[in-house]
């Protein structure tokens, strides 16, 4: 075993970029990829920030390409109105659909989760299998993100997806200790649960230990002209003790008022100022460096400290 391997941590943080649904591509998640390496430069002077932040997008789309295109083409012969929104419906309502599991068919459910270890397992062999873990959810991936760290909790894992799975600490969630959920619908997901379900806990249990001076956390940012968005702390007391809420802005002026906003949270610049201030934070307390916060107001619209 070599000297870095006994690290109770490695010097770079792993960050898992998850989209949400729709036929979307890798590269969805460039632009706020790209405004949270600018502002952690600002924070964190002369270093190279590539060296730092190990970024990697979880691409889930093309699993659902297939079985939608055929959709398409067996309701083409039909003319119907609306079409622009009935080709919504199957852009987005038709992934959330499918995800849902049932006791005698996981197909799409396992598929989505299996690509997500894949990205995990990319991730580790990137940052270090130590690596602290941060996880950015949008929409949907929001939903899929809780319920994969949910399903490692509690054993639930499918054998579909373990075979994707390494056995270091990244890859079987020890390290994550970083969430941020933008434009989150988990509370609609929660309507099927007594008193909404039960939130998982970020950082994991564990991360104490193995992250002694790590302070991590969930922080859900979310837009309220975005009507597929909600604050989760209203839920219940395990949700308000365990996620912080930010209102945030996304989009210019005008179009962040319509709730066709949901789609702008990869550009919003609020919130790579948010997340970013929470990487810098982390990676300084395992780099042994001194943190300084921004004197600025929070860029995300919100009086709360972000990580």
């Known amino acids: 075993m070599n000297e870095?391997?006994?690290?109770?941590?490695?010097?770079?943080?792993?960050?898992?970029?998850?989209?949400?649904?729709g036929g979307q591509d890798e590269t969805c998640v460039d632009v706020l990829k790209a405004a949270i390496k600018k502002e952690f430069s600002n924070l964190v002077k002369g270093v190279d920030v590539d060296s730092c932040?190990?970024?990697?997008?979880?691409?889930?789309?093309?699993?659902?390409?297939?079985?939608?295109?055929?959709?398409?083409?067996?309701?083409?012969?039909?003319?119907?109105p609306w079409k622009w929104l009935r080709e919504f419906v199957v852009s987005y309502a038709a992934d959330a659909f499918a995800y849902q599991p049932s006791?005698?068919?996981?197909?799409?459910?396992?598929?989505?989760?299996?690509?997500?270890?894949?990205?995990?397992?990319?991730?580790?062999?990137?940052?270090?299998?130590?690596?602290?873990?941060?996880?950015?959810?949008?929409?949907?991936?929001?939903?899929?993100?809780?319920?994969?760290?949910?399903?490692?909790?509690?054993?639930?894992?499918?054998?579909?997806?373990?075979?994707?799975?390494?056995?270091?600490s990244l890859e079987q969630g020890k390290t994550f200790v970083l969430f941020y959920t933008m434009g989150c619908p988990i509370a609609l997901w929660g309507v099927r649960f007594n008193n909404f379900g039960k939130p998982i806990i970020v950082p994991v249990k564990g991360a104490a230990v193995f992250y002694p001076p790590?302070?991590?956390?969930?922080?859900?940012?979310?837009?309220?002209?975005?009507?597929?968005?909600?604050?989760?702390?209203?839920?219940?007391?395990?949700?308000?003790?365990?996620?912080?809420?930010?209102?945030?802005?996304?989009?210019?002026c005008i179009c962040h008022l319509f709730p066709t906003c949901h789609m702008h949270y990869w550009s919003s610049r609020g919130?790579?100022?948010?997340?970013?201030?929470?990487?810098?934070?982390?990676?300084?307390?395992?780099?042994?460096?001194?943190?300084?916060?921004?004197k600025r107001r929070c860029s995300c619209f919100c009086d709360k400290k972000c990580y």
Request: some cysteine.
């Open 4 to 21: 870095e391997s006994k690290k109770p941590w490695g010097d770079k943080i792993a960050v898992a970029m998850i989209h949400g649904a």
């Open 53 to 80: 932040l190990k970024f990697k997008p979880v691409h889930w789309a093309y699993i659902m390409q297939v079985p939608e295109d055929e959709l398409r083409r067996k309701m083409k012969k039909f003319d119907f």
């Open 103 to 168: 006791s005698k068919d996981r197909t799409v459910y396992d598929k989505i989760h299996a690509e997500v270890a894949r990205s995990l397992h990319s991730l580790a062999l990137d940052a270090g299998e130590n690596a602290p873990l941060c996880v950015i959810g949008h929409s949907l991936g929001t939903v899929i993100t809780s319920n994969y760290f949910y399903d490692i909790s509690q054993n639930l894992t499918s054998p579909n997806v373990q075979k994707h799975m390494g056995v270091n």
């Open 214 to 252: 790590v302070k991590g956390g969930w922080m859900n940012l979310y837009e309220r002209h975005d009507v597929f968005s909600f604050p989760l702390q209203p839920l219940n007391d395990e949700y308000n003790a365990i996620v912080r809420d930010c209102s945030v802005r996304i989009g210019n």
């Open 271 to 294: 919130g790579a100022a948010c997340i970013a201030e929470g990487l810098a934070r982390i990676w300084c307390t395992i780099n042994n460096k001194t943190f300084i916060p921004s």
